[in-house]
């Protein structure tokens, strides 16, 4: 039997424990928190989820697509709140290819379907104290607070930015690490149903861009958005009075206080501080075949291109794929595991630093958005060749860092091609130009009772 330790969180982790019961191993998952289906909702600690295709297809393996799809609210487009209030959307790609807004649902039900399998254990309220990969063995403290020391064939690290087991192979040779806190903190805040029913359209992921920083909502089912301000610790920290809130919100945010509600606003705004955001990057993933990093243990990213869970959920994907290849070797799969994630993971986590810039510039600028026309137009009639970054991230399989590189490539032909029309247009121009001209001067020459009031007329 293989035992597999899933430790601390829930998201990918559950998910690995039903890809993994499904070779009828058995998997043991401890997680620190309590059972999320029976915990109280805590503000403030979480960011809504973005479902995308690549989440999707993982779930689809273990038969769960359409069970969490059908609990999920689908945003067709990104919707621009400018600081008039007006609204424009700027479409995601072609009708048919639309995110999926989830929250705790999604995790309850992959959640349900592990404990179901006979071969999951799923032990809620143990921390992890100590992690041994050489020897395969762990050490957990329940609620017994008595330390249990647990072995098993290999270890699955899903715990998180601050990951515990990553923490341990960082003591190893050769184990590379770094990351990145950025400037920016973010704030949780909601708008509730108006008159039973969705306050704003609720098919739209909601974009308040106002360069510096911004402010996004996501529908929920229970009729309610919630909104997410990002902004740079030195803006939040100058907030420090109900007036400095409202006047702040008054002055960005007009047309969204009537949504939160003022006295609702000034409330959750001071319920929690700005919570920080980290992006994490480490190679590899794997120790020999004892031990594996998966999700944020192995790539904490910012959530701006909302493939934190997606990526995580493909790393188990990618993981089965190689499990079928090798024939569930450990010892060919881990290290396969690390060349083939590890170019991608890194990739993404960049994109989403880079899309953070596009969500709260980009978008107010008009040459972005005839970037983005000339995208969709070319996509049309080349929908293989070229293919919109958003596309590629959010709606397919493709490599996260050959995205990158098509994307790159896709620049440069447009932009030279940008360079060859204007050039030609401007020849043109002044081509018809001179010619007009020409024209005229001919038109004096020819008459010579002309010629003075041509000379007149040119200072000739």
């Known amino acids: 039997l293989l035992f597999c330790f899933i430790v601390l969180i829930i998201i990918v982790g559950s998910l690995n424990a039903c890809f993994l019961a499904k070779r009828n191993f058995q998997v043991d998952v401890y997680e620190a928190r309590e059972d999320i289906r029976v915990a109280k ?96 063995m762990i050490t957990v403290l329940g609620s017994d607070k008595v330390p249990k020391d647990v072995t098993c064939d290999l270890i699955v690290g899903c715990d998180g930015a601050y990951s515990t087991v990553r923490t341990y192979l960082m003591k190893k040779p050769r184990f590379d690490y770094s990351q990145q806190y950025i400037p920016h903190g973010y704030m949780e805040l909601s708008i509730p149903p108006k008159n039973g029913d969705f306050a704003m359209e609720p098919n739209y992921l909601h974009i308040w861009p106002r360069n510096a920083f911004m402010m996004i909502a996501l529908p929920n089912t229970n009729k309610s958005f919630t909104c997410t301000l990002f902004m740079p610790f030195e803006e939040f920290e100058k907030l420090l009075t109900s007036s400095d809130v409202l006047d702040f919100f008054q002055k960005y945010f ?117 970037q983005k026309s000339i995208e969709r137009f070319l996509h049309a009639l080349m929908p293989s060749t070229f293919i919109p970054l958003y596309t590629m991230v959010v709606f397919s399989r493709i490599r996260y860092h050959e995205a990158v590189l098509h ?12 360079f060859f029309s204007g050039s030609v247009i401007a020849m043109g121009s002044t081509y018809l130009l001179r010619h007009y001209m020409s024209s005229r001067l001919l038109d004096y020459l020819r008459r010579p009772w002309n010629w003075i009031t041509y000379f007149q007329n040119t200072g000739h």
């Open 41 to 136: 909702f805590t503000r403030g600690r979480s960011i809504n989820l973005a479902l995308s295709h690549r989440g999707r297809q993982a779930l689809k393996a273990v038969g769960l697509e359409d069970q969490i799809v059908s609990q999920g609210i689908p945003m067709k487009a990104r919707m621009i709140h400018s600081l008039s209030g007006k609204m424009s959307s700027i479409p995601y790609g072609t009708r048919s290819q639309v995110g999926l807004a989830q929250r705790s649902l999604l995790m309850q039900g992959y959640l349900s379907r592990a404990r179901k399998c006979p071969n999951v254990k799923v032990h809620f309220g143990h921390k992890l104290l100590k992690c041994n990969p050489e020897e395969g």
């Open 254 to 370: 007009p047309d969204a206080i009537p949504l939160i509600g003022e006295r609702e606003l000034v409330q959750d705004f001071f319920l929690l501080p700005a919570q920080p955001m980290i992006s994490v990057k480490c190679s590899s993933f794997h120790y020999e075949s004892n031990c594996v990093l998966m999700g944020d243990a192995a790539h904490a990213m910012v959530p701006f291109f909302g493939q934190g869970m997606n990526a995580g959920f493909e790393d188990c994907l990618v993981f089965d794929e190689l499990m079928d290849k090798f024939n569930n070797n450990l010892s060919l799969c881990l290290p396969a595991f690390s060349r083939f994630r590890t170019p991608d993971d890194h990739a993404i986590s960049d994109l989403s630093m880079y899309n953070y810039i596009e969500m709260r510039a980009h978008v107010n600028s008009r040459w972005f958005i005839f």
């Open 407 to 418: 994307w790159r490539w896709q620049k440069k032909v447009i932009k030279k091609g940008l």
